[in-house]
C-alpha cells in the first residue's frame, strides 16, 4: 500500500474528455438511470436498424439473463471497417512491428477492409455461416485481426485459442465448441523462436478425430515446411487468389454470439467465455475512447496477445470501432534488447501504452539505462492490466518509463466483464500507486464479506458486482448453469468476481487478487484443478495439489504438492521430467515453479484436501497455519514444513 497521491496533470485537466465534474455527473446519471444512458452511448456504434430496448437483464437465481439493444441490428466488422471508409481509408489501421526490429508494415484502413472482405470469402467458400464456430490459432500477425473481424463479417463466431497452448489444450477448445474451421499458421516466430503451429493442429485434429475439422486454413509466417493434407489444408495467400475483396457484412442481431474465449476458473476445464455483438462493441468502444482518452492521431499499442481478452478488446475491437491506430507486436520484451518495447515506441511515435505489471517487473530488472538510452517524447499515457500492480513497479513505470509526465490508468477486469470496469480516468482521477480506483460509467462495484452482507464505507472483502453493464459476458458457452453456478450463486443475485479488493476512505478499490482457486502467473490465468489433472496424468503420480505463491516477477508463480506412486524414488530428474509433462499438457505458461514431493497432503477426516495449509506453506507463513486440529493426520504439516522448496 502506498499513500502517495498524484493529482491530474493540468494540461490533462484541460484536454480529456473528461474531467473530475464530468465523470462524477456521468457516473451519477450512468447508475441512476442505465437505460437513458446507455440509451444515448449505444449510439456512438452505427446500427442497420436502431434498437428501441436497451437494458433487459436479471441477476436472480435461476433466471440470470442480461440482454442489451436486443432489438437492434448490426454488424461488428462492419463497425471496426466500412464506417471509417470515407474519413479514414488512408489511415493506418494496423500498425504491424514483427519479431525482428527489421520487419514492420501499415496497413491503412481500405487495405483492413479488402483483406477482411477477402477472407470472409475464403470462410464463405468453405461453408462458414452464421452461427458456425471458427478456431483461430495464430501469432501475433495482422492475420489474426483480419480472422477474427472476418468471422464478425459473417457472423460467425470465434474461438481464439492462444499460441502458447498446447495441442492438447487447442483439441479440448475445438472440441468443445465444434468448430469445423481452423485458422493458423506454419509457425509462429517469438524472441527468435519458432512456435510449431501448424503441427500442433495436426496432433490437435489427430487427437479429436480425423473427421472433426474440415477445414485448416494456414498463413505462411516463417515459410517452414508443414505437412497439408490435401482437401482439408490450404495455404491464405492461395485461397486469397481466388476470391473478391467484397463481401457484404451479416446482419446481426445485438444479441448474438460474436466470439468465445476460454478462461480458466476454480473447478474443472476451463469455461468458453461468451460475448456477444450489440453490447461487447459499446462498451468496448466506449471504454477505449475514455480510459485511454484517444484522441485523432495518437498511436496506441496495447502489449496484449490476441489470445487473451485484451487483445480482442484493447487491440482489436475498441480501437477499430474507433476508427483509432492500434499497433500490434509479435515480439517479446526482452528481444533481441530490453529495451525494445522504448524502441518501438520511438520508432512508431506512440503515445498510448498499455502493458502488464509482469513485463514492468521484468524489465525494472535490468535497471534504467535500457530504458534511458530511448526517447519516448511521444507518450503521453501509460496504462496496466492483468493483475495488481505494486506500487514499486507503479513507480517505476511512472517515473523511468513516463518520465512523471504520463499517468497510469491501472485498469482492472476480466475475460468476463468484456471490458474495464474499475480504472482511472487520466483527466479526471487523482492516482494512488497500486489502486485502480474508481468503477467506469454504469458499473456498480461492491465489497461484501463471506456471508454476503454488503460492506460500507472503508472496507476489505470479496467484490462483486451488483447491476449489469453491456460488456458483460452472457453464458458459458453450452452450459448456462454453469455460468449461474460461478458467478451468480455465491452471493445470489450479484456478480462474483473470484476477486478480493479494499475500498479506502476517498471510495477507491484496491484489488488484492483472487480468492478462488484460480492463480494468476504473469497476468495469465491459471485453474489450479487444471494442472492438477494435469500432474495426476502422469503414471508416476499419485495425487498432487497446486497453490499459487509470491513470486518477485510473475505476481504469482505455480507451486505444486506431489504424492508418489507407491515405490516411486523422488528424484532430481522426475521433478523436471514432470514440469517438462505440464508444460507438454497445457503449455509452457502452467510450468511448476516448485514442486515439493510430500508423502502426504493435509486432509480433512472426509479426505478433503485443506488447500488453505498448502497455500500458507508456500507463502512461508508457517505461524498462521490456523486450526490443524480437524486433519486426519495432523502429522503430515511437520514433514510439508520440513521440505518447503525454496529457490525463487
Ligand atoms: C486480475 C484480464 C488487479 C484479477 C483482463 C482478475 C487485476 C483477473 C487487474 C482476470 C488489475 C486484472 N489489478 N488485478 N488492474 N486486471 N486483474 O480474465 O484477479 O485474464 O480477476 O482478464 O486478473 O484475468 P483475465
Known sequence: MSDKIYDVPSAWAERAYVDDARYQAMYAASVEDPNTFWGEHGKRIDWFQPYTKVKNTSFDPGHVSIKWFEDGITNVAYNCIDRHLEARGDQPAIIWEGDSPDESKVITYRELSSEVNKLANILRNRGVEKGDRVTIYLPMIPEAAYAMLACARLGAIHSIVFGGFSPDSLAGRVSDCGSKVIITADEGLRGGRKVPLKANVDAAINQIGDDSVDHVIVVRRTGGKVDMVPGRDVYYDEAAEQVTDECPPAHMSAEDPLFILYTSGSTGKPKGVLHTTGGYLVYASMTHQYIFDYHDGDVYWCTADVGWVTGHSYIVYGPLANGATTLMFEGV????????????????????FYTAPTAIRSLMQGGEEPVKKTSRASLRLLGSVGEPINPEAWEWYHRVVGDERCPIVDTWWQTETGGILITPLPGATRLKPGSATRPFFGVLPEVVDAEGKVLT???????????????????????????????????????????????????????????????????????????ESALVA???????????????????????????????????ELRKELVGWVRREIGPIASPDLIQFAPGLPKTRSGKIMRRILRKIAEDQFESLGDTSTLADPGVVEDLINNRQNKR
Open 538 to 572: 502422469h503414471p508416476k503420480v499419485s495425487e498432487a495439489a497446486v497453490v499459487g505463491f509470491p513470486h518477485d516477477i510473475k505476481g504469482q508463480g505455480i507451486y505444486a504438492y506431489v504424492t508418489l506412486m507407491d515405490g516411486v524414488e523422488p528424484t532430481e
Open 457 to 531: 464505507g472503508a472496507c476489505e472483502g470479496n467484490l462483486v458486482i451488483a447491476d449489469s453493464w453491456p460488456g458483460q459476458m452472457r453464458t458459458v458457452y453450452g452450459d448456462h448453469e454453469r455460468f449461474e453456478q460461478t458467478y451468480f450463486s455465491t452471493y445470489p443475485g450479484k456478480y462474483f468476481t473470484g476477486d478480493g479488493c479494499r475500498r479506502d476512505e476517498d471510495g477507491y478499490y484496491w484489488i488484492t487478487g483472487r480468492v478462488d482457486d484460480v492463480i494468476n502467473v504473469s497476468g495469465h490465468r491459471m485453474g489450479t484443478a487444471e494442472v
Open 333 to 352: 520484451p526482452n528481444y533481441p534488447t530490453t529495451s525494445r518495447f522504448w524502441e518501438v515506441i520511438d520508432k512508431h511515435k506512440v503515445t498510448i
